[in-house]
């Protein structure tokens, strides 16, 4: 048996092999757009494909045969997509007071106004998780990868007019439930 500098069998009992570089070869692109689907930052699709590939190469020798080899690979980005949440939703949310807000505490600016702002912020992020999941998608997606509405409607598989209504729904609750107090679905 040859083997290369890259792959090592391990034998484990019912194991199948599979050629992984022909899996990634004929799913990298359906892989992509699974995981662009749920994750929106284009930096952490690809860091979670590498991650996604990886995962798969170092338990190759675990491959039973039960399913396709596609499927056992998408089941792996599922994994690491649901963790990639699980680790982003466990960060605190207040950070640590940078040095620049403090001088400017110092140099005669009114702590309320920093309290304030902080107040704000937490209303306006309550008041985003209580918005509908096609609302805070499209937000997100807008928003955090800086795309243009045309490239969320593609993305999505939306027109993009609905794309726009969606925003400007959005708009209003939030600027509603963040000045008067409440959401309203």
């Not at 937490?122 to 795309?147: G, H």
Request: glycine share 6%; charged share 30%; proline share 2%.
């Amino acid at each position: 048996m040859e083997l290369n500098n890259v792959q090592k069998e391990v034998k484990v009992a019912g194991a199948t092999h599979m050629d992984l570089g022909e899996v990634v070869k004929g799913s990298e692109k359906k892989l992509r757009f699974f995981i662009m689907k749920r994750v929106f930052n284009r930096a952490d699709v690809d860091d979670l494909m590498q991650m996604t590939y990886l995962e798969a190469l170092r338990n190759q020798h675990k491959f039973l045969g039960a399913s396709k080899p596609e499927t056992w690979l998408f089941g792996i980005a599922r994994n690491l997509v649901s963790n990639y949440f699980k680790r982003m939703y466990n960060q605190p949310q207040f950070g640590v007071l940078e040095e620049l807000a403090v001088e400017r505490l110092e140099c005669g600016h009114d702590p309320s106004h920093v309290s304030e702002h902080h107040r704000v912020l937490n209303r306006t992020m309550a008041a985003i998780d209580e918005l509908s999941m096609e609302m805070r998608t499209v937000i997100n997606l807008v928003v955090d990868s800086d795309i243009t509405y045309q490239d969320a409607a593609e993305r999505l598989g939306i027109p993009i007019g609905t794309v726009r209504s969606r925003i400007a729904r959005a708009r209003d609750k939030l600027k509603m439930s963040v000045y008067a107090g409440r959401i309203q679905s």
